[in-house]
């Protein structure tokens, strides 16, 4: 099993590999050693490979002093080990910009931002969500419309945060809290409703009310799966997180990847993509980790 | 006049007559419950009425369909009544209660908490505290041997004890009367044969009051007082049959002549239905000429 797990990782690992350093293998562009007599050559230009054979026939032709370079990649895919590279020095290096900020604090920023829109929402959507599988009444009063609403692009309402809730963090927030809400509300709802309905016979019968039926029993009942389903909406979070931070001020990781593509430093792009795969990931494994070791009766949480 | 010298009828008519002195624990009278459902009213029970006394082991048998599980469910407060009356000592119940334990088919254990926690759940339910809660506990699980096991999960346990537990957890409240929805049936022949003496053992040094549904006619005989028979369509109370197989009960009665005697009378009541499995609904018969999927020398008989 281990063995697989670590397989799945290393085989895309393979072929970018693969991509990156044998020459034959694609490699549609040369990159540029000696100009020779080519006028706008310039050591480091990247070419396409038949415009660069034609220069160099050209330039054969006319005894000129012929340029020579090595396959290479477009610019939108460095190797691993230049993406690696940029992992290194993107937390050491200082930006160009004096007020830029570092990745490391970007990083942060949206972090930040994840947690305080995906708490927001777990503030609402769970209680809401188990009130609604408890209770058949507040279940249609209120499903329907959010069943309406979860079909609203959360980008749409872009403009309108902006406008409520000004530029900064606020409407990053209410993005991820719109995008989550809606549907954290209805699968908790499910889950709660898959709750063995003799349980809370049983709990009847053993002289449970009100309440505590709910306190003690659903609660209880349905934690586990509850923690899965907050596991994967929380996934479902990070999705929102680059719509989030497009709008208002631009900030956290995804304004660290525009602004990188935009000087075409792909290396560093990659290297942030790289970073938020390893956070997301890492996470969940340590979230169902804990959920082994905090759910011990539910033997489902193993097979996760 | 000695006890020896009776006859057999004269003693069993001397038993029932002791068991029909002592109070009733449960009364039902006239009970009658329809359901809607979308192609119309269905009458599900029709005038239940029966007693159940102190200390008695009653058993509700019936074909599929009449309306035993709806019974118990509504003696629980499980489930509202059409009409009539539910008494517990004389006082009509609504809704669940803790003079009523229950223990169910299915695995109604808490998941989540250990086997102890489980069983303290009602005393913790009214009120006793953690401490008190847990010494009670602890005494009931020894009653059904469970004590070692304190500390299990529910999934860590076989049906059998699972069932035991659900007993203890049921029994930790003190009800007046003990329902039983087919606890065992879901156990394997060699476990339930194994939990009816167990209940017997239980319900012998209790002063515990026990309705028992079963669709197993030997069940039912092998630990009832008296058997309620229902008839489906709707559920009716058809007879209450005295069991004469006298007490103390052990499997060895089972060819005895009071035991085939009762077994033949409840089987003919309970006509035409298929006898043996009273839950299985008309089979189809298997095909009589069957492909042969194997090589014709390829013999095993």
């Known amino acids: 099993m281990k063995v697989r797990n670590i397989a799945s990782f290393l085989l895309p690992l393979l072929v970018w590999c693969l991509v990156s350093y044998v020459p034959f293998v694609w490699h549609p562009k040369v990159e540029v050693q000696e100009p020779g007599a080519v006028e706008y050559f310039q050591p480091g230009m990247l070419i396409d490979r038949a415009d660069f054979e034609r220069e160099a026939a050209d330039m054969a032709q006319q005894q000129l002093a012929l340029p020579t370079g090595l396959p290479a990649n477009p610019i939108y895919l460095p190797a691993p080990h230049q993406v690696l590279r940029a992992l290194v020095t993107s937390f050491a290096a200082v930006p160009e910009q004096k007020d830029a ?22 503030a609402i959507g769970v209680p809401l969500g188990i009130l609604c599988g408890t209770y058949r009444n507040v279940g249609r009063l209120s499903e329907p419309f959010i069943e309406f609403f979860r079909y609203l692009p959360a980008p749409a309402f872009c403009a309108l945060a902006v406008a409520v809730l000004g530029i900064y963090d606020g409407p990053k927030i209410a993005i991820i809290v719109i995008g989550t809400l809606f549907q954290q509300v209805l699968i908790i709802a499910n889950t709660t409703r898959k709750l063995e309905i003799t349980l809370l016979e049983a709990a009847r019968t ?8 709910i306190t003690r029993v659903v609660l209880p009942g349905i934690l586990p799966d509850l923690y899965r389903d907050q596991r994967i909406l929380l996934g479902w979070a990070w999705t929102y997180l680059i719509v989030a931070e497009l709008i208002g001020t ?55 | 006049m000695s006890e020896a010298a009776l006859s057999p009828t004269d003693e069993l008519a001397q038993r029932f007559a002791r068991i029909y002195e002592r109070e009733a624990i449960l009364e039902v009278r006239g009970l009658g419950k329809q359901f809607a459902t979308a192609g119309g009213t269905v009458q599900a029970l029709r005038d239940v009425s029966f007693k159940v006394h102190r200390r008695e082991l009653v058993c509700v048998i019936g074909p599929s369909g009449c309306g035993k599980s709806t019974l118990i469910r509504i003696l629980a407060g499980l489930e509202t009544l059409s009409s009539g009356q539910v008494l517990v000592d004389g006082k009509p119940v609504s809704g669940p209660g803790r003079d009523r334990g229950m223990v169910f088919q299915g695995y109604s254990l808490f998941p989540w908490l250990t086997v102890k926690r489980n069983v303290m759940f009602g005393p913790e339910m009214s009120g006793h505290p953690h401490n008190v809660a847990e010494g009670m506990a602890r005494q009931w699980l020894e009653l059904v041997g469970l004590s070692e096991f304190a500390d299990a999960y529910p999934h860590q346990l076989s ?55 079963t669709h197993d006619l030997d069940e039912a005989i092998y630990l009832a007082d008296r058997i309620l028979v229902l008839k489906a369509h709707p559920g009716e109370v058809q007879e209450i049959v005295e069991v004469p197989v006298p007490r103390p009960r052990s499997p060895a009665q089972f060819s005895s002549e009071a035991f085939r005697a009762t077994r033949a009378h409840i ?27 194997t090589a014709v020398d390829d013999n095993v008989e």
């Open chain 1, 250 to 304: 631009s900030s956290g990781i995804t304004f660290f990847i525009t602004q990188q593509a935009r000087y075409q430093h792909f290396d560093n792009v990659y290297a942030a993509m790289l970073i938020i795969g390893v956070i997301g990931f890492g996470s969940d494994v340590l979230l169902a980790r804990l959920g082994k070791w905090l759910f011990p009766w539910d033997r489902t949480q193993e097979r996760t």
């Open chain 1, 101 to 122: 900020p570092r990745l490391h604090q970007s990083l942060w920023h949206s972090i930040q931002i994840i947690l305080w829109g995906f708490l927001l929402s777990s």
């Open chain 1, 206 to 213: 053993l002289g449970t009310r009100g309440v505590r039926l």
């Open chain 2, 267 to 293: 089987e003919a009541l309970i006509h035409p239905p298929v006898v043996h499995s009273l839950e299985s609904e008309e089979e189809p018969a298997p095909a009589s000429q069957m492909i042969r999927f």
């Open chain 2, 159 to 213: 049906g059998g004890m699972r069932q035991r537990v659900a007993i203890a957890r049921a029994l930790v409240n003190e009800p007046r009367i003990l329902l039983m929805d087919e606890p065992f049936g879901a156990l394997d022949a060699q476990t339930r044969a194994k939990m009816q003496s167990h209940l017997l053992d239980i319900w012998k040094n209790l002063d515990i009051t026990v309705l028992f549904i």
